[in-house]
């Protein structure tokens, strides 16, 4: 089994910064393409960023682009998400996801096995 905790959510103002990590812990071997995920008040879980298992490839959605960066320690099972020029349509809760079987991006959440609790993440105009 894998552990996934996030930390480093919280409140900022539009134009901040904010940087999330996920620590997996547990059978972390069998940790492969690992993705951030968030959901609004109201709305559907959707896709933010994802990176695979070597952290050669990303994905991110559009509204992120240009904002976002994923990136991740191998060595110390850590995901990241870099959040610059905050806006108040990404206020949500973040989770961090992780598959077992894929090795490349995925931005399906049908991919991965293994889910955080989630962070939030509150943007004031």
């Known amino acids: 089994q894998v552990h996934l905790a996030e930390s480093g959510g919280g409140q900022a103002q539009a134009g901040g910064s904010l940087r999330l990590s996920c620590a997996a812990s547990?059978?972390?071997?069998?940790?492969?393409?690992m993705g951030w995920f968030r959901q609004a008040p109201g709305k559907e879980r959707e896709f933010v960023a994802a990176?695979?298992?070597?952290?050669?490839?990303?994905s991110y959605t559009d509204s992120v682009k240009g904002r976002f960066t994923i990136s991740r320690d191998n060595a110390k099972n850590t995901l990241y998400l870099q959040m610059d020029s905050l806006k108040p349509e990404d206020t949500a809760v973040y989770y961090c996801?992780?598959?077992?079987?894929?090795?490349?991006?995925?931005?399906?959440?049908?991919?991965?096995?293994?889910w955080g609790q989630g962070t939030q993440v509150t943007v004031s105009s």
């Open positions: 547990g059978r972390t071997l069998s940790v492969y393409a």
């Open positions: 996801a992780a598959s077992s079987t894929i090795v490349v991006v995925t931005t399906n959440s049908g991919g991965y096995d293994y």
């Open positions: 990176i695979s298992y070597i952290g050669l490839s990303t």
